[in-house]
């Protein structure tokens, strides 16, 4: 069972990137079974979707980040990372790390495991 | 793109009660919807796929139909295990959406 850790800074300023690490175990990101995702949760709000990546390096993003999200593959340390950048208060939120569990290749199961989550908070 | 909607956003029930929660997807999604349960300072876990098929570990109390436009979340017989904050998702190769949640409590 695949098994995932977020990890990265706590605290991050206005206008620089965030950047966080999501660590595999039980798993491989070379695995075709996965779109390996990332979603937020402001305080006190609901779920947002950020995006994914594919093991063949193909992604997608949520289009209201308007291109400030990248996501990125590691299978030397079998991670995937998410950077964002020219950050603002509104980007304070829990970031979780999950897998959205593929059927030959393509979206069936939802997002079916999660890492805990990690807090950023974005201030001077 | 397409915009999730649940309702209602908070609910109250005794154990015993059925509760039915609803989704409404803007467009038809055909049945790409997931729902989740989130208990405070938790991940969210998935309960149900691809509208209808309940994960193994899940209780079957718990039940997920519809298509297109129209979903729900059933809880057959509420326990207090069940209070948790439910969220529905659109997840497919051109969107991913969530809906805003809601909250079940316990009275």
């Known amino acids: 069972q695949v098994q995932l850790q977020e990890s990265g800074p706590g605290l991050v300023k206005p206008s620089e990137t965030l950047s966080l690490t999501c660590t595999v175990s039980g798993g491989t990101v070379s695995s075709a079974d996965y779109y390996w995702t990332w979603i937020r949760q402001s305080p006190g709000k609901g779920l947002e979707w950020i995006g994914n990546?594919?093991?063949?390096?193909?992604?997608k993003y949520n289009p209201s980040l308007n291109s400030r999200a990248s996501i990125s593959l590691d299978t030397s340390k079998n991670q995937f990372s998410l950077k964002l950048t020219s950050v603002t208060a509104a980007d304070t939120a829990v970031y979780y790390c999950?897998?959205?569990?593929?059927?030959?290749?393509?979206?069936?199961?939802?997002?079916?495991?999660w890492g805990q989550g990690t807090t950023v908070a974005v201030s001077s | 793109d397409i915009q999730m909607t649940q309702s209602p956003s908070t609910l109250s029930a005794s154990v015993g009660d059925k509760v039915t929660i609803t989704c409404r997807a803007s467009?038809?999604?055909?049945?790409?919807l997931a729902w989740y349960q989130q208990k405070p300072g938790k991940a969210p876990k998935l309960l149900i796929f691809k509208a209808s098929n309940l994960i193994t570990e899940v209780p079957s109390r718990f039940s997920g139909s519809g298509s297109g436009t129209e979903f729900t979340l059933t809880i057959s017989s509420l326990q207090p295990d069940d209070s948790a904050t439910y969220y529905c998702?659109?997840?497919?190769?051109?969107?991913?959406?969530f809906g805003q949640g809601t909250k079940v409590e316990i009275k």
């Open positions: 998702h659109h997840y497919s190769s051109y969107s991913q959406t």
């Open positions: 990546i594919y093991y063949s390096g193909s992604m």
């Open positions: 467009q038809s999604i055909s049945t790409w």
């Open positions: 999950a897998t959205e569990g593929l059927f030959f290749g393509e979206h069936y199961y939802g997002l079916d495991v």
